[in-house]
């Protein structure tokens, strides 16, 4: 009987060395996948959309109409975008990158108005140059309220989804959900989206049918496994902004890929991702991949990532 013990025992111990040089392998595999994904991309390599030049060696200024601009950090791997709104009295900043370079020198060639910043959700490549302004404003919503300290923005990792410590930044005025905006001549109106994550925000320009959406969608592959992310208040954001706008608007992201440089989608994409989520919801769409992550098509322009369980 000693004997059966003791082989079982050496075979639990050889199955859990086993399972711990296999999962150390994983996460070997995994860190030099990202350490290749995540490294930054040649000027020369970059892929960029029609109207979009450089500034310097790492942003580029596409003008949209007179008095908007998106700012693209296409050499960033994960190809970011952000954009400036001006009015006749002031401007809005939508989201500020990740902070690899100052975005400011870009914004002060475009415009001398007192610019306030707004990100699209609290995620470390949104608000990395946030601590640059002087004016920065937040979502009134009990997700974001908790991140703020003596009225600063300090992000943990669920909020930021980073490790990497992000500078903190003053948060000097509270939006309130369906706010309007106003800049002079110009309207915006900020709603709050949650799905991505519980803090996104979407900005709409009815006047130009413009809405700002974020990482709430964008081209490519979409995020919906991050520790914030909720696909049930996915679909409601999606049906909420539905009843908000027209279906003329052009949707303007916060990122592209190279096989599909622009930031921009139409209306219809909309529809498209609630279609997905409703059919990966009741488990009539199968993934494409299950691991590390469940992968699901939304249509030719996108995917959306969820978690492997």
């Known amino acids: ?89 002031r401007a809005i900043l939508f989201d500020t990158g990740p902070g690899v370079r100052n975005i400011k020198p870009v914004i002060r060639s475009l415009t001398q108005l007192p610019v306030t910043v707004i990100s699209s959700h609290p995620h470390y490549d949104h608000i990395g140059n946030n601590h640059r302004f002087e004016q920065v404003a937040v979502l009134d919503v009990p997700s974001l309220r908790s991140e703020v300290k003596n009225d600063l923005f300090v992000s943990r990792f669920s909020r930021a989804f980073t ?60 995020v919906a496994f991050a520790p914030t992310s909720n696909l049930e208040k996915y679909m409601a954001s999606i049906r909420y902004l539905l009843t908000r706008t027209t279906g003329d608007e052009t949707l303007y992201g916060a990122h592209a890929i190279p096989e599909h440089p622009s930031p921009t989608l139409p209306h219809s994409a909309l529809t498209d991702l609630l279609n997905a989520l409703q059919a990966i919801d009741d488990k009539s769409l199968a993934p494409v991949s299950r691991f590390p992550l469940r992968i699901y098509p939304v249509n030719e322009d996108m995917e959306i990532y969820l978690p492997p369980f």
């Open 1 to 89: 009987m000693s004997n059966l013990r003791e082989t079982a025992s050496n075979f639990q111990k050889k199955l859990i060395g086993l399972l711990c040089a296999a999962f150390l392998l994983i996460a070997v595999v995994l860190l030099v996948a990202a350490g290749l994904i995540t490294a930054d991309m040649d000027k020369d390599d970059a892929v960029l959309s029609l109207g979009e030049t450089w500034f310097d060696d790492w942003y580029t200024v596409t003008r949209i109409d007179d008095v908007t601009f998106s700012i693209g950090e296409p050499r960033y791997w994960q190809l970011n975008y952000n954009y400036l709104l001006l009015g006749e009295e």
């Open 163 to 222: 490790f990497r410590r992000m500078s903190p930044f003053p948060v000097t005025e509270w939006l309130q959900p369906e706010t309007t905006i106003e800049l002079g001549n110009r309207t915006l109106t900020a709603f709050h989206i949650p799905g991505h994550e519980q803090g996104s925000v979407a900005l709409l320009d009815a006047g130009r049918n413009q809405l700002f959406t974020g990482d709430f969608i964008y081209p490519g592959w979409l």
